[in-house]
């Protein structure tokens, strides 16, 4: 079974760092994709970046060339490194995992961007 649990969420300063990871359990396996979803209060879910298993990656608008995507297949992990933090960074960031055409969501984690 596959599942995903998010870590690394907090509340950072304006212009700080955070570096969010996504764990699957249930066994060893090579996702199609890997990506990165917020949502901030009162929001529609939308992706931040992905990293396909041939390694190309993409990035919303509002975070090119300040987050950055990353993945560890041998583990099972993908990260997302997060700098120059704006409070609009402010939400509920989600990992997704895309394995054999199927779609896998974790929990979410908090991330807080304060002034």
């Known amino acids: 079974q596959v599942q995903l649990v998010e870590s690394g969420g907090g509340l950072v300063q304006a212009g700080g760092s955070l570096r969010l990871s996504c764990a699957t359990s249930?066994?060893?396996?090579?996702?199609n994709r890997w990506s990165w979803h917020r949502q901030a209060p009162g929001k529609q879910r939308d992706v931040v970046?992905?990293?396909?298993?041939?390694?190309?990656?993409a990035y919303a608008d509002s975070v090119k060339g300040r987050f950055t995507i990353s993945r560890d297949n041998a583990k099972n992990r993908v990260y997302l490194q997060m700098n120059s933090l704006k409070p609009e960074d402010t939400a509920v960031y989600y990992c997704?995992?895309?394995?054999?055409?199927?779609?896998?969501w974790g929990q979410g984690t908090q991330v807080t961007v304060s002034a």
């Open positions: 970046a992905y990293i396909t298993d041939g390694g190309t990656t």
């Open positions: 997704k995992v895309n394995l054999r055409g199927s779609d896998y």
């Open positions: 249930g066994g060893i396996f090579k996702p």
